[in-house]
């Protein structure tokens, strides 16, 4: 079933250029992680080494070796959110996500002039003070 559902997504992009990486973006949302078995399918159907793959693999934070189920936050920790205070909040965020959320640093998620920002489920939110972060983790 894994198996087939990598072939059909290897299938969905073999034929464009650059088909690595939205392969691995596919794995990885369908599976939350591209493991080993994932790199030697994808490797063996672009005609790549898989040390190749794992190299793009283990180069971008976004794909994992191994699924977590928690719910992520992102939380933006580049120079303009720390000019912005958000330092400040990190240590609450953790705190309140407790080990039921992972909290993810990113550098950078576009929102420079108006950080602190994060990004849950692929929305973006900014002006975070302690109490709006607490907020979003608390609401994932």
Partial sequence: MREDRIADIIAAHSHREGALLPILNDVQAAFGCVDEDAVRAVAAALNLSRAEVHGVVSFYHDYKAKADPRPVLKLCRAEACQARGVEALAAGAEKAAGGRVHIETVYCLGLCSVGPAAMT??????????ARLGALIEAL
């Fill in 121 to 130: 489920n692929g929305d973006v939110h900014a002006r975070l003070d302690a």
